[in-house]
Structures are given as structure tokens and as C-alpha cells.
């Protein structure tokens, strides 16, 4: 059982943290930028310092025309097609970067790595896309085509592939892992025509919604989600961004139903993996409401509940058998226990 230092160590190693995940970092494509308001204001906490490890096989390869769609390449060595973690890293879709990917166990286990950068919402949101989030979330899908479409050339096995990432992150991997397979077999672009779903995925920290009224329901001080409709704070009318959310949620539904991982659940999905570095409170405010177990909680209910294995850990946490994401990817990837 891992404590919850070491939790919070997990999570960290794949996203930023959560103040850094509702506040946008400055973007490598350039953009106008929202205002500070249009995401909640927290104090500095210290962000995730990529550790040295291997260099990539392939730097930035892009699979699209921004310059932010881009992403690295590790090859595990093999004599026959590997399997392959995508990884998707967190900040708030609205920051970080790739290289935080971890790296070095997978090579070990014979698993190929692809770590994904993406458009972030401000960026969309300048550009007048709607939602915001419709960028990070379908360039994750155009990338993970895109390494399928490269299955041959790079060596893998298009049909184990896990995803993987820390808090926005982790939401966009359940976005995938959930989601109908996005797949046009009738596209005349070769890449369009492959599939986006996965065999698992292994996340930490996630979102498993983006509905403010589910939010507000498992954790009351919730804050989170607003800028990923381009919704901003008041401060005339003293209203923070995630009020503002809560009071537009209607009108966007739409746009939650089709972005949010828990309106996506199936008996045809993987199994998923979620770590979380506290025990959860269902009901209670928290701490850090970001990152809530609480999260975890209402989304294995809903996925046992359609017959798909899920398992949630946590400081405490009951029916433990992967310490890890790594633990969980190898072990469904490979079929060994690492």
C-alpha cells in the first residue's frame, strides 16, 4: 500500500500540480491570452521536475500543423512489434509539458513510449474554437491515430496500446479509454481512418467529470472546469468561474455530455486504473477538490456497474493490486507483473 507521500509523489511525476492546473502557463504557439480571471486564482506550489532519463528515439514529431502538435518518440527495443504507453500530460490543458513522461520502466518491460503535447484552451479559446477543450481533447485523439498510422514504421502493435497521464491528463486518457471510437473508415486521410480506442488506461489525480452539478454533488468546494467552456469569473457580480459555470451549465450540456469521460461509460470499454494521494470524503469539501478521490469514487461505481474491471487506489484503499500505473500497464500490456 503505498502512503500518501508517495501518492502525492505519483502524482506529481505526471501532472502539475493543482493550483497549476487551473491557472494557464504562458504557450510555445503564440496566441493572445485570456485574462487572468478566466481561471481561479490559487497560491504557488512547486511543479513537477522532469528527471533525468533516456532521450527520445524521435523529437517532436508533429501530427499536425500547430507547432504544439508535436511529440516524442522512445523505442523499447524488440525483434517483433512492441506495445505502447501514450502518454498525455497534465496542467490544466492549459499548461506543462511532455517531459515529464515516465519513461525508463516501460523501455525495461519492452514497452515502446509516446508522450503527447497538445493545443491548450487559451489558445483555442483565442482563436474563437468552442469549446475550448474540443483542442486538447481531439488533438490526444488525431495524435493517438497518428501513432497508429505509424505502427508499421516504428514498431509496434497497434493493438496494445495503454494511455496514461496526471489530472487533465488522466481526463483526457478516460476520455479516450470511454469514448466511441472516433474512427471515419470512410476518411480519405489514411491517418483519420484508424482507431482510437485503447486497451487500458492507468491514470492519476483525474477528472472523471466535467459536469459542475455532479462536482458540486461529490465534492461541495469544487472549482475546477469552467475555463474548459470559456466560462470567466465576475467579479462585479462576485462571481467566480466556477459559478458562473454552474449557472451556464445548461447551455453547455451539450458540450459536457460530449467532453466529459463519465457521459461516455460502456461494457465495451478497458479496464481503467486511477490513483488518487488521498482517501475520499464523499460529500465534504477538500483540501485539494482538483484531485479528489471523490472523483475515483463515483466513476468505479458507474463503470463496475456496466461490468468493466476498475480499480481505484488510494491511501487505504480496499482491493489493491497495482500499486502503480506502471504496475497495472505492464501487467495488461504484457501480461506480466512487473
Same mark, same amino acid.
Given at each position: 500500500?503505498l502512503s ?7 502524482v506529481?511525476?505526471?501532472?502539475l500540480s493543482?493550483q497549476a +492546473?487551473e491557472t494557464?502557463?504562458a504557450s510555445?504557439?503564440?496566441?493572445p491570452q485570456?485574462? +487572468? ?5 490559487s497560491?504557488a506550489?512547486? *511543479? +513537477?521536475?522532469? =528527471?533525468?532519463?533516456? =532521450?527520445?528515439?524521435l523529437a517532436?514529431?508533429p501530427y ?6 508535436v511529440m516524442d518518440?522512445y523505442k523499447a527495443?524488440s525483434?517483433?512489434p512492441?506495445?505502447?504507453? $501514450? $502518454?498525455?500530460h497534465?496542467g490544466?490543458w492549459s499548461?506543462?509539458? &511532455?517531459d515529464?513522461v515516465?519513461?525508463a520502466g516501460?523501455?525495461r518491460?519492452g ?9 491548450f484552451?487559451?489558445?483555442a *479559446?483565442a ?5 475550448? #477543450?474540443? /483542442?486538447?481533447?481531439?488533438?490526444a485523439a488525431r495524435?493517438?491515430q497518428?501513432?497508429?498510422s505509424?505502427?508499421a514504421e516504428w514498431n509496434l502493435? =497497434?493493438?496494445?496500446?495503454? +494511455? ?7 481526463c483526457?486518457?478516460? /476520455?479516450l ?9 470512410k476518411s480519405?486521410d489514411?491517418?483519420?481512418r484508424?482507431?482510437?480506442r ?5 491514470v492519476?489525480?483525474?477528472?472523471t467529470?466535467?459536469d459542475p452539478?455532479?462536482m458540486k454533488? /461529490? ?7 469552467g475555463?474548459?467552456?470559456g466560462?470567466v469569473a465576475?467579479?462585479?457580480? *462576485? ?6 459555470f454552474?449557472a451556464?451549465?445548461?447551455?453547455v450540456?451539450? /458540450?459536457i455530455k ?15 486504473w486511477?490513483?488518487y494521494g488521498t482517501?475520499p470524503?464523499?460529500?465534504q469539501?477538500?483540501k ?17 456497474s456496466?461490468?468493466?474491471?476498475c480499480?481505484?487506489?488510494y491511501p487505504?484503499?480496499p482491493?489493491? =493490486?497495482h &500499486?502503480?500505473?506502471?504496475?497495472? #500497464?505492464?501487467? &495488461?500490456?504484457?501480461? &506480466? *507483473?512487473p
Amino acid at each position: 500500500m503505498l502512503s500518501p507521500r508517495a501518492f502525492a509523489l505519483l502524482v506529481l511525476s505526471t501532472s502539475l500540480s493543482a493550483q497549476a +492546473a487551473e491557472t494557464p502557463a504562458a504557450s510555445t504557439t503564440p496566441a493572445p491570452q485570456p485574462a +487572468a480571471a478566466t481561471t481561479p486564482a490559487s497560491a504557488a506550489t512547486p *511543479k +513537477a521536475t522532469p =528527471k533525468p532519463g533516456p =532521450k527520445p528515439t524521435l523529437a517532436n514529431v508533429p501530427y499536425g500543423d500547430s507547432p504544439k502538435q508535436v511529440m516524442d518518440f522512445y523505442k523499447a527495443e524488440s525483434d517483433k512489434p512492441t506495445p505502447l504507453l $501514450f $502518454f498525455i500530460h497534465g496542467g490544466g490543458w492549459s499548461g506543462g509539458t &511532455k517531459d515529464t513522461v515516465p519513461v525508463a520502466g516501460y523501455l525495461r518491460a519492452g514497452i515502446s513510449v509516446v508522450s503527447v503535447e497538445y493545443r491548450f484552451v487559451q489558445e483555442a *479559446k483565442a482563436a474563437g474554437a468552442e469549446p475550448p #477543450v474540443s /483542442w486538447p481533447l481531439h488533438d490526444a485523439a488525431r495524435a493517438l491515430q497518428f501513432v497508429r498510422s505509424k505502427a508499421a514504421e516504428w514498431n509496434l502493435d =497497434k493493438t496494445k496500446i495503454a +494511455a496514461s497521464g496526471g489530472s487533465a491528463g488522466a481526463c483526457s486518457s478516460l /476520455w479516450l479509454a470511454f469514448h466511441k471510437d472516433m474512427a471515419d473508415p470512410k476518411s480519405e486521410d489514411p491517418i483519420a481512418r484508424e482507431s482510437t480506442r485503447l486497451t487500458c488506461a492507468a491514470v492519476s489525480g483525474a477528472q472523471t467529470t466535467l459536469d459542475p452539478q455532479q462536482m458540486k454533488e /461529490w465534492t461541495p468546494n469544487s472549482r475546477y472546469g469552467g475555463h474548459a467552456f470559456g466560462f470567466v469569473a465576475d467579479p462585479a457580480k *462576485k462571481q467566480t468561474q466556477f459559478d458562473a459555470f454552474l449557472a451556464g451549465r445548461e447551455k453547455v450540456m451539450p /458540450w459536457i455530455k460530449e467532453y466529459s469521460p463519465y457521459e461516455h461509460v460502456s461494457s465495451d470499454d478497458p479496464p481503467i486504473w486511477m490513483g488518487y494521494g488521498t482517501a475520499p470524503a464523499m460529500g465534504q469539501d477538500e483540501k485539494d477538490p482538483t484531485h479528489t478521490a471523490n472523483f475515483g469514487v463515483k466513476l468505479q461505481e458507474k463503470v463496475r456497474s456496466v461490468g468493466v474491471e476498475c480499480e481505484l487506489v488510494y491511501p487505504g484503499a480496499p482491493e489493491v =493490486k497495482h &500499486k502503480s500505473a506502471e504496475a497495472f #500497464v505492464i501487467e &495488461k500490456l504484457t501480461g &506480466k *507483473k512487473p
